[in-house]
Structure formats: C-alpha cells, structure tokens
C-alpha cells in the first residue's frame, strides 16, 4: 500500500448528492477508514436523520445518546458529541440520531440558520488544532434532499464531492445540484468547489455502466476519479457487522478501490496546494 501525503491544513468534503441511494454513506464511510487506516486524523459528520454512516462506524447513534443535532439547534460544543469509531484510533464521527428529522424546521427561526454547522465546526477545529490533535478530514455525509441540513453541509466545507452510480438515470438532476453548488458559492461560502466526482457500483459486465463512466469523463475530466467503486457485496455486507469494508474485508476488491480513490483524494489535494 503506497504511502498518503496528508494534507497541511484540514480539508472539509461534503458528500452530496440529492439521489438516496448512490453510495453517499457508503463512501464516506470507507474514505473516511481509508484515509485513517493510513495515518490521517479524520472526522465524519453525519448529517442524515437515519444514522447510516454512524452505524457503519460502530458509533453509538440512540435516540438519547448527544448527537450533530445538539450541536446545530442547541449550540452543544462539538467535542461534547463526537465519539471515536471503534475502527481506527484517527477515526472519530458525530453521529446523528432521530432527532435531527425536526432539525430542517426547527432550524429555520435561528439566526444564521445555514451557518449553524460551519460555526461548530469551526470552532472545535481550532480547539482541535491548539489541542495538538488538529484534523486532516472532515468528511459530511449529506441526506438525500437540498434542504437546510445539506445547505449547512455546503457552507461548512471548502470541497464536495459527488458520488455518482453507474445506472441509466445517473446523470439526472446533476445539473439540478451544480445549480445549487454555484448559489452557495455566490451567496453563502465563496470558497466551496466540486473538487471530487467518484464513480460507484460500476458493473464492468455492463456496457451502460461503461458508457456513464465515459459520460461523466467527458463532461468532469478534472474532478472524476481515476479509480471506479465496482458493485460487491462484500462493501453492502460490511454495515450490518458494524464495519466499513476497509476493516471487514481488507483484500476485497471493494476494499482496495476504496484504498485508491483515497489515495487519490490525498494526492490531488496536495499538488493543489491543501
Ligand atoms: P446513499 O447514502 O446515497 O443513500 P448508500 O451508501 O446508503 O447510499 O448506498 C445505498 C445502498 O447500496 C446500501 O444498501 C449500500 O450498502 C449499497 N451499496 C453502496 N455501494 C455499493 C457497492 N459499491 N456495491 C454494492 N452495494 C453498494
Ligand atoms: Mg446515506
């Protein structure tokens, strides 16, 4: 396994896409371990009511248990509420429980209501930083709509990155989430940039699932990831045992494209300058 350069600043992704079911949790649990698996101090924030990604971390994520809800509606420190993954010892997660459904209203009468996670994040990064045990990523995992949980997502990152499923109706309401991205840019975060575009549950028996790949390359040559994400089992098995498939099943094929696309990420991000 070749070594990841890790970044000199904390690079914060989004994982956006408004589609369930495209392998958002799923990626940003797997880069997440796979990053930490190389060394990397790395935190998922997990902004979906249903708790994916903080089951897949193994982190406690009950109705009563402090959660990213606390920290967005009632201003909890985020060091209150997140918890380390039983995974990797650079492995942390806030995780979401129940409550954050009511969050997309409840949100809406608080002052600087798109601003609330970038506020919490940003204040326990520098706490995290002068602590001496400062952050290398910040993974956000996004629920699948453009509501007010993923606009606070958009705010608070610089990077998003889009995973995109190999199938026929991959490339619809892309348009609809650029749009999106480019008001937050004017409006709201001038800084936030599609930087990563990754293909996932490719089916190489396919040749529909060839012919999405190549018309995403052509229309995001720069973003789109050199390493494909195929369809396996092993990586939708993963979850139920509490894992990402980075530590289920380190020699799958699931796994190893994982491994790439974080190597991927890391070395971009450095000869961009991160
Ligand atoms: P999202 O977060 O976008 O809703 P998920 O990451 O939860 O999507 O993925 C949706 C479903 O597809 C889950 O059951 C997950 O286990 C499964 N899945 C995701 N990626 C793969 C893959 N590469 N191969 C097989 N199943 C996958
Ligand atoms: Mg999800």
Redesign the pocket.
Known sequence: MREFPLPSSTRVLTVA?Q?????????TVNLAAALAKQGARVLVIDL?PQG?ASTALGVEHRGDQPSVYDALVHDEPMVEVVQQSPEFDTLFCVPATIHLAGAEIELVPLVAREQRLRGSLDRYLAESDAAGSGYHYVFI?CP?SLGLLTINAFVAAREVLI?IQCEYYALEGLSQLLNNITLIERHLNPTLAVSTILL??YDGRTRLAYQVAEDVRSHFPEQTLSAV?????R??EA?SYGQTVISFDPQSP?SISYLEAAAEIAERGVQRGH
Not at 19 to 27: D, S
Not at 229 to 233: A, D, F, G, T
């Open positions: 896409n589609k369930g079911g495209v392998g958002k949790t799923t990626t979906d994916n995992d699948p995973p996932t549950m994400i195929p369809r396996s089992v990586i939708s979850p699931g």
